[in-house]
């Protein structure tokens, strides 16, 4: 059974910092790309960054570019993001997503997700 | 970027009521469209990739439709356990999503 857990979310100030983790399991961790998508309270979906296999490539939403680090340890089947610079619009649950490609399409999609990590962000 | 659009953005039905949900994009964006389900509380659900297969799992009546820039989700007889949060998604040019909409109970 695919299990993702997030952790490391709670209250910081602005301009702080803080490091969410995703502990992966029931899947070969290496063999696929990840994700985290955030979720501001009472608001939409907005993905905020992608990673390769091998951590090779990164994207991340413009919002965030500069201030958010995604990156994995496949030794470890987990996946982080480094969050500094914080603002008051970070606020969010924050979940770990693996993000699965059909084949002809290459559609990307979000096929498992964890159950989320509070962030927020006030003085 | 590619906006996506919802509507509606909210919608009353009762059980056994056959409910459509459409998405546009602001561009063409072929099929590269999903579909997801979002009870409060808890993490989203993937209901349809590519713009109409169905994840494993996901009962039949959910079935989605559309290329292009105009999509649509049908929920062909509403169950007391779909009233929730929708939400597309289109991977064709970076990874964006729609604004949600809320389906409650009439």
């Known amino acids: 059974e695919v299990q993702l857990v997030e952790s490391g979310g709670g209250l910081v100030q602005p301009g702080g910092s803080l490091r969410l983790s995703c502990a992966a399991s029931g899947f070969i961790f290496s063999s696929y790309w990840m994700s985290w998508v955030r979720q501001a309270p009472g608001k939409g979906l907005e993905w905020v960054a992608n990673i390769n296999q091998d951590g090779s490539e990164k994207d991340y939403v413009d919002s965030v570019k500069g201030r958010f680090t995604i990156s994995r340890d496949n030794a470890k089947n987990s996946l982080c993001l480094q969050m500094n610079s914080l603002r008051a619009e970070d606020t969010a649950v924050y979940y770990c997503a693996r993000l699965k490609y059909s084949s002809s399409p290459t559609v990307a999609y979000f096929d498992y997700w964890g159950q989320g990590t509070l962030v927020t962000v006030s003085s | 970027d590619i906006q996506m659009t919802q509507s509606p953005s909210s919608l009353s039905a009762s059980v056994g009521d056959r409910v459509t949900i459409t998405c546009r994009a602001s561009q063409s964006i072929s099929s590269y469209l999903n579909w997801y389900q979002q009870k409060p509380g808890t993490a989203p659900k993937l209901l349809i990739y590519?713009?109409?297969s169905l994840q494993s799992g996901v009962p039949s009546r959910f079935s989605g439709s559309g290329s292009g820039t105009d999509f649509t989700l049908t929920i062909s007889s509403l169950q007391p356990e779909d009233f929730a949060t929708y939400y597309c998604q289109q991977s064709y040019s970076a990874l964006t999503f729609g604004g949600g909409t809320k389906v409650e109970i009439e």
């Open positions: 590519a713009a109409s």
